[in-house]
């Protein structure tokens, strides 16, 4: 399961260190793409083959709603040290330039800016959102 919040920067050359804890969990080849969040979402591959068992039961016309999803999708494999090359085209899309903040979330992880992750986690985090969500949870 991914959990915990982990702060990182991006160099020069637009790599960013996946945090130790889930490069275990991710193996060796993810996939980083889109969500409808100012984020990117970090799939490891066996979430990343259920989606795409369930686009292979989708009509054409259904699929091409998320073609977007794919087309900025990248296949990462961490280097010696760590990190993963994020492209420029995502980052410019969510606003990573720096600071970046790489969030589990359960299932997959979230890679932030910084700054943009404050305001979010800030939003959310008051005692009613925990209530709701632990409520749908069952808890």
């Known amino acids: 399961m991914f959990t915990g919040t982990y ?5 020069a050359k ?6 130790a804890r ?16 100012q984020c990117l979402q970090i799939y490891p ?17 259904e699929q091409r709603k998320l073609r977007q999803l794919f087309s900025k999708a990248v296949q990462c494999v961490p280097d010696a040290q760590g990190r993963i090359q994020i492209p420029q ?3 410019d899309r969510v606003g990573l330039v720096k600071d970046v ?6 299932l997959q992880a979230q890679i932030w800016d ?3 992750w404050k305001s979010i986690e800030e939003m959310e985090d008051d005692s009613e959102n925990i209530e709701k969500a632990m409520e749908e949870l069952g808890f």
């Open 114 to 116: 910084t700054e943009t």
């Open 14 to 19: 637009g790599r960013m260190f996946v945090p």
């Open 7 to 11: 702060h990182h920067t991006i160099d």
């Open 45 to 61: 591959q066996d979430r990343w083959e259920a989606v795409l068992d369930k686009l292979r039961l989708m009509t054409q016309q």
């Open 101 to 106: 903040t790489v969030v589990g979330t359960g």
């Open 22 to 37: 889930f490069r275990d969990l991710l193996g060796k080849e993810f996939y980083v793409t889109i969500t409808p969040e």
């Open 89 to 91: 085209e995502l980052r």
